[in-house]
């Protein structure tokens, strides 16, 4: 076999692998979780109906009879809407959200069979701009919702979604330029390996040690850039139910799951630069063993995570839209600088 | 001169009458300049189910449980209510234990009330779990008051001149439990909620109403009590038992979302308090009129034989089938049908003739009890307000005219100075400290 069908190969395999073992996966767990949790957080049981042969298994079927609802509903179209646009919807967001997915770093480069085998799906040295990218263009998807479906509810979701998404993607960008510099790479796999080893001998040299501020913050902007509550007001199913108000069936389903999806690149991102991605402190991991451990601790982190953001989603209630924008541009932007800037002139005086 | 027509920068957005956030049924018509409101229209009426035109063709007391209807979120404080307002205008009293036990009747309902209020603006606020701790909580006071009345919403309890039945046994021990877990919810709730800087900041300074509008609308209620004015029913027109309780009317100062939100919370206490003291002060007795004073038809045969006239004058009789032929001709007036305002308790009514037949003739069409014509009004403090019930009577077994004084319609139509250039997203907590309930307002 040569050797760029062999890569060819393993990146598509390596891609299939994010999309459908942790995208599609724990995306459907998660609604699963969602539900649990929050029934356990609330004082409630749960759903736990959906039973194949009368096996339950504490609901977890649900998510199968959830996908099975979305694609069997009827594909209601209202009239007047725009139906090129009112389809491509979904698809951009989803799809943007997968391919962000994509570039998540969920090990590092181990040795088996004489050769070096990535397990970044896609390797790119400038594997934070991707995904930062692709979250910025899952918004499209949100505004053409809004506009495409001819109705004042959708229209003011697509527009609060679209100054959300802007503003905290710009204080995205500020709270990630710190940690790039300290790590100084665009590269999420180089920057995972920088995390390797101990801080005075003792704490692990994650991100959320040398950087607690960025990593605080980037929880905050990450939750509103997946849109979940506390930040879900292009949703606001209680004020104006949302830019997806005017779709059904599955492209609603599409919705749902991007925000799970997005959900999980934020996290992805977390995990990968701010706590140490796949790396467990104090092993060196290589060969197959190390492969499978690089994965297994990079998911746990990532579901450790997951399970914060979703406590934080049954918590706290949700904010207005002014009071939003001024928390990302007031707050959120200025802190992100000052730690910019500290960082910066503490590498200059350090080094 | 400039004619040219101005360019149209507002858009109307018609939210309701089915919409998430207008729960109960109504419709606001927005004009929207982005996201701040520039305009409010609100259109009430889409669950008017003619409760006051219903009343005139219902005898006195099968009013009752239509009222449960109204606000049915506290459904016992306007059988309360209504059935105060009948009293009065018969004259009639009825024995202070009935007082006591109206009194214990109206505050559960007045907590899940409140519990409903505040858990709903939470929920629409994005803090689901308030709403189901808060929910549970009123899910414990359903039972009691299922214990009570026999429903947990329909609960068509009073009766003209008492209520329908005692206080079930261990009322006081399973009030006391519940209590517990209701003062727990609340102040999880609390805690979730009163120092949370996301909620302070949707409800501090949001659906603000000064104090002189507040009383030029004719708002009462805690949404009144919210902008620093006392008035309580309760306490400015004592009525039941209310004038020997210890309790506290709340008040809040700057008339905002959460100044209503925390009159709520506080009122929930005093009302538990009520309660409570409601159990050490209540006396032993009959919990309505009635019984005592009538015989049974054949002692008013032997006092007939004897000439026993002021007995036959005082009391009146309880109907005996087999004598009722015969007795209707020797003295017509004391089988006359409307012998008693009180329905006989269930018991007698499936137990025995007597009981059922004077349970019927309570009932039947023209057989039902006769207020004397005239007409009256009477206040008492339902959870949103003052609400109100002015009756008119000519005499006969049925209301003249029934007019409700509903205390939500005023706040509704307060509505729109409330929403006035604020955003959408003010709407929500504005729209749910309003607790408007849709069967009181469109009635």
Redesign the interface.
Known sequence: MSPLLTSVLWTLIKVAFALFAVGLNIAGLLGWVERKQSAVLQDRIGANRADILGFRILGLFHPIADAVKMLTKEDFVPTGVNRLFHTMAPCFSLGFAFLGLAAIPYGGVVHVAGKAWSLVPIESPVGLLFVLAMLGLGLHGVMMAGWASNSNYALLGGLRGAAQMISYEICMGAILAAPAFLYGTLDLETMVEKQGGFLWGMIPNWGCFTQPLAFILFLVAGTALSKRTPFDLPEGEAEIVGYHVEYSGMKFGMFLMTDFIETIVVSGLAVAIFLGGWQIPGMALDGLSGAVLMLASFITKLLAVLFVLMQIRWTLPRFRFDQLLSLGWKNILPLALANFLVTIWGIYLWR | MNNAPRARKT???NMGPQ???MHGIVRLILELE??LIKDVDVEIGYLHRAFEKHAESETWNNVVPWTDRLNYVSPLINNVGYAMAVEKLAGIEIPERGQYIRTIACELSRVTDHLTCVGAS????????VF??LI?AREYLYQIIDNLTGARITTNYARVGGVKADLPQGFEEKCRDVFKKVREAVRDSDK??TK?R??M??VDKTGVISQSDALAYGITGPFLRSTGVPYDVRRAHPYLVYDRLDFEIPVGTTGDNFDRYLVRLAEIEQSLRIIEQCFKQIPPGKHSLEAAEMKNAYEFEDAGKFGDTALLKKYAAKVDQTLEGGGRLQHGDIDSPSRSAVLPPKEETYGNIEGLMNHFELIMWSWGIKIPAGETYIAVEGGNGELGFHIVSDGSDRPYRVRCRPPCLYIMAALPILLKDS??????PTFGSVNMIGGELDR
């Open positions: 858009f109307m957005l919409h998430p956030a982005g996201e939470a929920m629409e606020l994005g803090a689901f779990t189901l701790y549970k979730l909620l949370n996301i909620f900041d949707r955003y959408i997203a003010d709407i929500i």
